[in-house]
């Protein structure tokens, strides 16, 4: 056997090889690409992921919501928690500043009665009842928020309105090596499937 009848046999595994590998750079490239639909009369070819976003937004707006974050459990937490002594210092201070400034710009002559002494006293009775507001108005706010904000919606619109050309550049800076792998393992099955078909009718001439 001469080598022009032979060339096929040898060839074969690496035209094989190269339409594996084309394939699945194709296909890593379709996930993102073409952006805006191709029209073939009735057909549309589009990346899947810019055809798919709005579903894409769907269900993650529904996962997040359903599996990791719920506004329920924010608002128990936060009815859970002893608030009160997180907010003593805050409310110290502010009682202290409303006194020596808006008080006195209010009244002026309070300034005359106000010292150092009559401000702690009087931060020393405030604080305490301030205080005991703080769970209720915790646990109003904890049943506001679970009751206005909406993470589904919020996460839905969130992803909707990501650019494509953003999540491709996430995407690939995190999964190139996964991406190349994939392309170089279409490249090596299609060799082999080229050795493969090959061996076989070599076998069978």
Same mark, same amino acid.
């Given at each position: +056997?001469?080598?022009? *009848? #032979?060339?096929?046999?040898?060839?074969?595994?690496? $035209?094989?090889?190269?339409?594996?590998?084309?394939?699945? %750079?194709? =296909?890593?490239?379709?996930?993102?690409?073409? /952006?805006?639909? %191709?029209?073939?009369?009735? &057909? @549309?070819? *589009?990346?899947?992921?810019?055809?798919?976003?709005?579903?894409? =937004?769907?269900? !993650?707006?529904?996962? $997040?919501?359903?599996?990791? $974050?719920?506004?329920?459990?924010?608002?128990? @937490?936060?009815?859970?928690?002893?608030?009160?002594? /997180?907010?003593?210092?805050?409310?110290?201070?502010?009682?202290? /500043?409303?006194?020596?400034?808006?008080? $006195?710009?209010?009244?002026? +002559?309070?300034? +005359?009665? &106000?010292?150092?002494?009559?401000?702690?006293?009087?931060?020393?009775?405030?604080?305490?009842?301030?205080?005991?507001?703080?769970?209720?108005?915790?646990?109003?706010?904890?049943?506001? &928020?679970? =009751?206005?904000?909406?993470?589904? @919606?919020?996460?839905?619109?969130?992803?909707?309105?990501?650019?494509?050309?953003?999540?491709?550049?996430? !995407?690939?800076?995190?999964?190139?090596?996964? #991406? /190349? #792998?994939?392309?170089?393992?279409?490249?090596? !099955?299609?060799?082999?499937?080229?050795? =493969? *078909?090959?061996?076989?009718? %070599?076998?069978?001439?």
């Amino acid at each position: +056997m001469d080598f022009a *009848q #032979f060339a096929p046999y040898l060839l074969t595994p690496f $035209v094989c090889a190269l339409i594996g590998w084309a394939t699945n %750079w194709i =296909a890593v490239k379709m996930l993102f690409h073409p /952006r805006e639909p %191709w029209k073939f009369g009735p &057909l @549309a070819i *589009q990346g899947i992921f810019p055809k798919r976003q709005k579903a894409l =937004a769907a269900r !993650l707006g529904e996962m $997040v919501q359903r599996e990791l $974050v719920n506004m329920e459990e924010i608002a128990e @937490a936060l009815r859970g928690h002893d608030m009160s002594e /997180r907010f003593r210092e805050v409310i110290d201070a502010e009682i202290g /500043r409303l006194l020596t400034e808006k008080l $006195v710009e209010a009244i002026p +002559m309070a300034a +005359m009665f &106000l010292s150092e002494s009559m401000i702690e006293k009087l931060k020393k009775l405030l604080v305490p009842e301030i205080l005991k507001l703080v769970p209720t108005l915790v646990d109003k706010a904890a049943g506001e &928020l679970s =009751a206005c904000y909406d993470i589904e @919606a919020a996460v839905r619109a969130k992803v909707e309105a990501f650019p494509v050309e953003k999540l491709e550049e996430i !995407l690939f800076s995190i999964m190139r090596r996964e #991406f /190349r #792998f994939v392309e170089i393992t279409g490249g090596v !099955l299609g060799f082999m499937i080229g050795s =493969a *078909q090959s061996l076989l009718f %070599w076998l069978l001439l």
